[in-house]
């Protein structure tokens, strides 16, 4: 068997990519950002909720 053929070895994976464990350009963590955009969610629903009732 060639190692043109042979499958690969299971321990073999994708190269490391350090760049992947760094922190996000804002907000400090990924934690912060996805608070944020929750918090952002919650806040257009009751902004989108409120429009729709003072005009309904």
């Given at each position: 068997m060639t190692d043109?053929?042979?499958?690969p070895e299971s321990g073999?994976?994708?190269a490391p990519?350090?760049?992947l464990d760094d922190a996000p350009p804002v907000?400090?963590?990924?934690?912060?950002i996805y608070l944020f955009v929750?918090?952002?969610l919650a806040l257009l629903i009751a902004l989108f909720w409120?429009?729709?009732r003072a005009y309904a």
């Open positions: 043109a053929s042979k499958p073999a994976g994708p990519r350090p760049e907000l400090g963590s990924w934690r912060n929750l918090g952002t409120a429009i729709t």
